[in-house]
């Protein structure tokens, strides 16, 4: 590794996995610390998709071997194959089982540094970023590091880039990482064209404020789709994304298959395959729902989009599955979505996944929050999307919180299924309907009566209903999940001072000197001042 001595005064040098990385003191290109999370997740997916990319590669490869020379071959025959050296001949043979990455908004260049140092298999990154400055330290970063070999830097429009290497005219990337600072909704289009058939695809979005609902007008501008301000919030906006996604993939005949869905601190974070299939792209309506919260007790209802009526038949969804009023309050709904109602996450990716971070955790050092996610995330109904809040239920009933495992049991005695949520410390997510959730709410208030000023408020109504079921608030051994009993980092507390989303890099010389000047002549204009002289200026 080279020697920094001659650059110490413009530099400081960055530590993360096995990548060390030059940041200008100056802050001309986006660097967030808080985010190592983010990259060491995507270090881990990216390895065990690559694991499984090859194995499913050179099982189809057999396949056809076996078809041709009816010669059957056991799994530890594979095994080794797998694992075994090619003839340095075979360049062909080989790069076709190996990886290639674009990353779209490299910035410092530190995720494809450290793509090229910690993911086997990689054949070929680049590392792309529309920032001249950027690429210049990107450059600098992949001769400090020495990846030279494996990393190509680019100076380009992310999404120009993208429409050149796009499936139909040039060779794609097995994985297409959009990174982008706020929202990556302009980059989906392209995207989803340039990662190949069965690529992985991984998006992340920052701007959570729009996501969850505090500017609908702006995430239905952006997205296409309208998200509520519920307890259920940050899984919404992962499922309300991941729509968007499959709605530019639907264009292309495509379709997305979702690995991991994250809800992380500020952001979210998806990692999704990209196949290609008009018969599926078909019933995408019906993998699709509109939500009916209700802004009295937050309960919540499912409307389809479509449905599935038979092999290759389609049909507009019936409904809608409320009435006017909400049954349980008697307030009224607001309507969101469309949201992706199937599964955010693969379990047996996710198993795979967790295999991977156990067996390395010192490659990664946030290794342990990533098992306790991980583990919560394998424990999460894969079919119930959207959640409940324990402690917002109680509030709303202005009642004592009963615990959460009695709470928890209470819903497995009358057979439905529940789990924790990974975006929320006290989500109840749960197969039964709101009226059993309700109606165990009751129950505990009976045994911890409440008093209420008004009789027609909405709380008052919702207890005023005659449970139609027992609740059972004894604790069952089923009621506790291997991550509690475990104890396991699932929720961290804020991992620096004044954490969060970063501001953008900060430009420098020319380029601000101009923009001052074009505010100043625009604000001259609108004070209809005089603004003679600025052309020479210019």
């Given at each position: 590794?080279?020697?920094?001595?001659?650059?110490?005064?413009?530099?400081?040098?960055?530590?993360?996995?096995?990548?060390?990385?030059?940041?200008?003191?100056?802050?001309?290109?986006?660097?967030?610390?808080?985010?190592?999370?983010?990259?060491?997740?995507?270090?881990?997916?990216?390895?065990?998709?690559?694991?499984?990319?090859?194995?499913?590669?050179?099982?189809?490869?057999?396949?056809?071997?076996?078809?041709?020379?009816?010669?059957?071959?056991?799994?530890?025959?594979?095994?080794?194959?797998?694992?075994?050296?090619?003839?340095?001949?075979?360049?062909?043979?080989?790069?076709?089982?190996?990886?290639?990455?674009?990353?779209?908004?490299?910035?410092?260049?530190?995720?494809?540094?450290?793509?090229?140092?910690?993911?086997?298999?990689?054949?070929?990154?680049?590392?792309?970023?529309?920032?001249?400055?950027?690429?210049?330290?990107?450059?600098?970063?992949?001769?400090?590091?020495?990846?030279?070999?494996?990393?190509?830097?680019?100076?380009?429009?992310?999404?120009?880039?993208?429409?050149?290497?796009?499936?139909?005219?040039?060779?794609?990337?097995?994985?297409?990482?959009?990174?982008?600072?706020?929202?990556?909704?302009?980059?989906?289009?392209?995207?989803?064209q340039t990662v190949e058939e069965g690529g992985l695809l991984c998006v992340?979005?920052?701007?959570?404020?729009?996501?969850?609902?505090?500017?609908?007008?702006?995430?239905?501008?952006?997205?296409?789709?309208?998200?509520?301000?519920?307890?259920?919030?940050?899984?919404?906006?992962?499922?309300?994304?991941?729509?968007?996604?499959?709605?530019?993939?639907?264009?292309?005949?495509?379709?997305?298959?979702?690995?991991?869905?994250?809800?992380?601190?500020?952001?979210?974070?998806?990692?999704?395959?990209?196949?290609?299939?008009?018969?599926?792209?078909?019933?995408?309506?019906?993998?699709?729902?509109?939500?009916?919260?209700?802004?009295?007790?937050?309960?919540?209802?499912?409307?389809?989009?479509?449905?599935?009526?038979?092999?290759?038949?389609?049909?507009?969804?019936?409904?809608?599955?409320?009435?006017?009023?909400?049954?349980?309050?008697?307030?009224?709904?607001?309507?969101?979505?469309?949201?992706?109602?199937?599964?955010?996450?693969?379990?047996?990716?996710?198993?795979?996944?967790?295999?991977?971070?156990?067996?390395?955790?010192?490659?990664?050092?946030?290794?342990?929050?990533?098992?306790?996610?991980?583990?919560?995330?394998?424990?999460?109904?894969?079919?119930?999307?959207?959640?409940?809040?324990?402690?917002?239920?109680?509030?709303?009933?202005?009642?004592?919180?009963?615990?959460?495992?009695?709470?928890?049991?209470?819903?497995?005695?009358?057979?439905?299924?529940?789990?924790?949520?990974?975006?929320?410390?006290?989500?109840?997510?749960?197969?039964?309907?709101?009226?059993?959730?309700?109606?165990?709410?009751?129950?505990?208030?009976?045994?911890?009566?409440?008093?209420?000023?008004?009789?027609?408020?909405?709380?008052?109504?919702?207890?005023?209903?005659?449970?139609?079921?027992?609740?059972?608030?004894?604790?069952?051994?089923?009621?506790?999940?291997?991550?509690?009993?475990?104890?396991?980092?699932?929720?961290?507390?804020?991992?620096?001072?004044?954490?969060?989303?970063?501001?953008?890099?900060?430009?420098?010389?020319?380029?601000?000197?101009?923009?001052?000047?074009?505010?100043?002549?625009?604000?001259?204009?609108?004070?209809?001042?005089?603004?003679?002289?600025?052309?020479?200026?210019?």
């Open positions: 590794m080279t020697s920094v001595s001659s650059n110490e005064l413009q530099f400081n040098t960055v530590r993360e996995g096995k990548a060390t990385i030059l940041f200008p003191r100056t802050e001309e290109v986006f660097y967030n610390p808080v985010q190592e999370f983010n990259r060491d997740l995507s270090v881990a997916v990216i390895s065990t998709f690559y694991e499984v990319h090859v194995r499913s590669r050179l099982s189809r490869g057999t396949k056809k071997e076996e078809t041709q020379t009816c010669h059957v071959k056991t799994v530890s025959q594979v095994e080794t194959e797998v694992t075994a050296d090619e003839p340095s001949g075979s360049a062909k043979s080989q790069h076709q089982h190996e990886l290639t990455i674009l990353e779209a908004l490299a910035a410092t260049g530190l995720r494809s540094v450290r793509y090229a140092l910690e993911i086997p298999g990689v054949h070929k990154i680049v590392a792309n970023d529309i920032s001249p400055e950027a690429v210049d330290l990107i450059k600098r970063n992949v001769t400090h590091n020495g990846v030279d070999h494996l990393v190509t830097p680019s100076c380009a429009d992310a999404s120009i880039f993208m429409y050149q290497h796009r499936c139909s005219k040039k060779p794609t990337f097995n994985v297409v990482d959009l990174d982008p600072y706020g929202s990556p909704v302009q980059f989906l289009d392209s995207g989803i992340t979005c920052t701007d959570m404020g729009v996501l969850c609902g505090n500017r609908g007008e702006v995430a239905f501008a952006k997205y296409g789709v309208m998200p509520l301000r519920g307890v259920f919030c940050h899984e919404m906006s992962l499922r309300l994304v991941l729509a968007c996604i499959q709605s530019h993939a639907a264009r292309y005949k495509r379709y997305i298959v979702p690995l991991l869905s994250v809800s992380i601190d500020f952001y979210i974070r998806m990692f999704v395959q990209v196949f290609t299939n008009a018969s599926v792209v078909r019933a995408s309506a019906s993998r699709l729902a509109y939500v009916y919260h209700c802004v009295g007790c937050e309960s919540f209802h499912l409307q389809p989009v479509g449905k599935v009526t038979g092999k290759d038949k389609y049909s507009p969804g019936t409904g809608p599955p409320v009435g006017e009023k909400c049954e349980q309050c008697n307030s009224i709904f607001r309507i969101g979505g469309p949201i992706w109602t199937e599964q955010i996450h693969n379990v047996k990716f996710v198993e795979k996944l967790l295999d991977h971070v156990r067996g390395s955790k010192e490659s990664y050092h946030t290794s342990d929050r990533m098992d306790g996610i991980l583990t919560v995330i394998s424990e999460e109904l894969p079919d119930a999307p959207l959640f409940y809040v324990l402690d917002k239920m109680a509030g709303f009933l202005h009642c004592v919180t009963p615990g959460m495992l009695a709470f928890r049991s209470a819903i497995l005695d009358q057979g439905y299924d529940v789990s924790f949520s990974h975006c929320q410390k006290q989500a109840v997510k749960t197969n039964a309907p709101p009226h059993v959730l309700w109606d165990i709410m009751r129950c505990w208030v009976k045994e911890h009566p409440v008093k209420h000023k008004s009789e027609i408020s909405p709380a008052a109504v919702c207890l005023a209903k005659v449970p139609s079921i027992q609740a059972n608030f004894q604790i069952r051994s089923d009621a506790n999940p291997v991550s509690r009993q475990n104890k396991m980092l699932r929720f961290q507390e804020n991992p620096e001072v004044n954490w969060g989303p970063k501001s953008r890099a900060k430009k420098r010389g020319m380029h601000v000197f101009v923009e001052k000047v074009i505010l100043w002549v625009r604000q001259c204009n609108r004070r209809g001042r005089d603004c003679k002289g600025t052309e020479q200026i210019l």
